[in-house]
Each structure stands twice: as C-alpha cells, then as structure tokens.
C-alpha cells in the first residue's frame, strides 16, 4: 500500500526549513491533490508527518524525504512513496513499486504492485496478478492467493505477532508465516491487533476471545466485546455491561448501563441515571 495522499488546506501550516518554503500536512487522507496555483506559490508539499525520522515530500508529482532538520535526504524522483517500516519504504517508479533503506538504496527492484508496508519481517506484493510475502532480500516466502482472498481493508496486508488475516467468502482466519492455516477461516470477524495475548473475535453475531494459538479462550457468547486492557474486557449482554478476566470469568457483574475500559485501575461506568468510577474489585471509587 502505497502512502495516502489527501492534503486539506484546512489543516495545513507553513514553516521554514533550510531557506524553502514548505507545506506540512498535520493529517492526511487519500490524495496530496493541491490546484496548481497553490503549489506553485508554496512549493513542496510534506504529505507524510512521520516516518522513522524521515518525512515523505512532494514536488510536481514526485516525490522523495526530508529529515527532521529539513535537508534533503532521498531526492524528489519517485513517482509514489509509502512510509517507511522496519528501515525499507516503498517507492514506485513507471507504474512499478520497490523498496528502499534510509539511506536510500534500492534494496528490492521495482517488480511489484500495491505493496504493503513491512512488518514482522515481511511485505505483502502483487507480482503477476498474484499476492505474496517478500522478506527483506524480495525473497518470496509465502505464496497463499491460490487459498485464500487476502482481504485489503484490514491487517491481511501485514504479519503483526507472526500472524496475517486470511478471508474466504466473507468468512476470517489466521495464518503463520509458514502459510499454515492457525485459525480455521470460520469467524465473521477477527478484530485485530491482538490485545495482551487474546483477539476479539465474532461468529453467529456473538463475541468472545482466541488466543495466539487459536483456542478460544472465551467462546463467542457476548453481544459486543472489546479488546483487553490491564487484565480486563469489557463484555455486554442483553443490553448491560460487565468485566471478564482472561480466563472467561466474570469479575465484574453485567450491571451497567455503559461503561468504559479500564484506565489506571479505574473504569468509568453509568448505573441508572450516574455515572461512577469503579475499581477493578467492582467497587466504587469515593475519591473526588
């Protein structure tokens, strides 16, 4: 995936870096689209705030990345970027993507399309109409699009914790990095990232938890489940809200009307018409 480029002049603020004038985008979406009178009064556009010390610009479509100090480090040559992850960035070129180090290097020639970034070691690419994982080197390592429809709008693109989401007809799991299918593709959602150790999952429109081995350790059972936070989930059923622990017991009853996750050993929770502050003991917090 390529880095997105929306650019609002809403959320732009102008500074100096090294004599030139600079756009810097506080947010951004999808396209770094500016009119042409307004690029040329300004000059280059940030359209990337962060990206492990390096900021992604942009100057008459190209592109390339400053470091915090504003000097040029990598030339406005590419015709796209992505951010850079575990020290490569994608960069495309003539309607082909690589990637490049920090300092600039071509590390993985320009073959692929709509390249994701790295993590857990690994980028997914599309090279012949195919999905795959590349390594650090392009070496392919896991070739799963002839089982399974990667699914784009979610963590499928990337390993997070040796794992990636595969979805077939709608349905999710999870593979390992050897492409062995961990998770059986039969949830309706997997809701990744994990949060200390255990994921939300969904199936038959019912909440619960898996761990990273694929058990569930809390069977899909709530109406709405979030991930865990210092020890506890909040679960709700038949319209009330409650606290499980990481074992599936239920520490605190499913009484409240609303309620927020735990913060600092304190939660915030709404029983009848007030809301209080309760400890991870359920009881209420007397201090003010």
């Not at 320009?110 to 070691?121: A, T």
């Not at 999870?174 to 969904?202: A, R």
């Not at 991930?227 to 989930?233: C, I, N, Q, T, Y």
């Amino acid at each position: 995936m390529m880095m997105s480029r929306t650019l609002k002049k809403s959320v732009v603020a102008f500074f100096m870096l090294t004599g030139t004038s600079y756009v810097f985008a506080s947010q951004v979406s999808e396209r770094c689209e500016i009119d042409q009178e307004y690029q040329s009064s300004h000059g280059t556009v940030l359209c990337e705030t962060s990206s492990e010390g390096l900021v992604a610009v942009e100057q008459k479509g190209k592109y390339g990345f400053m470091n915090s100090q504003g000097k040029l480090v990598i030339p406005i040559k590419y015709d796209d970027v992505g951010i850079f992850s575990e020290g490569l960035a994608s960069v495309e070129k003539n309607n082909k993507s690589g990637f490049i180090n920090i300092q600039g290097k071509i590390v993985i020639p320009f073959e692929y399309d709509r390249p994701s970034r790295f993590s857990d070691g690994l980028a997914r690419v599309r090279i012949d109409g195919r999905y795959i994982f590349i390594d650090k080197t392009g070496t392919k390592v896991l070739d799963v699009d002839r089982y399974y429809n990667l699914n784009p709008f979610s963590y499928s693109e990337v390993f997070m914790d040796g794992l990636a989401l595969v979805e077939k007809e709608s349905k999710q799991g999870l593979i390992n990095k050897q492409g062995e299918l961990v998770v059986p593709v039969e949830y309706d959602l997997i809701d990744l990232p994990f949060s200390e150790g255990l994921v939300v999952i969904k199936k038959n429109n019912k909440y619960g938890f898996l761990n990273k081995q694929g058990q569930e350790v809390v069977p899909p059972k709530y109406d709405n489940a979030v991930g865990f936070l210092e020890g506890l989930a909040r679960i709700r059923y038949e319209g009330r809200y409650g606290f499980i622990n990481q074992q599936g017991q239920i520490v605190i009853p499913i009484v409240f009307e609303e309620a927020s996750s735990f913060s600092e050993n304190i939660a915030k929770v709404k029983k009848g018409r007030l809301w209080i502050t309760i400890n991870k003991k359920g009881e209420e917090n007397k201090k003010r």
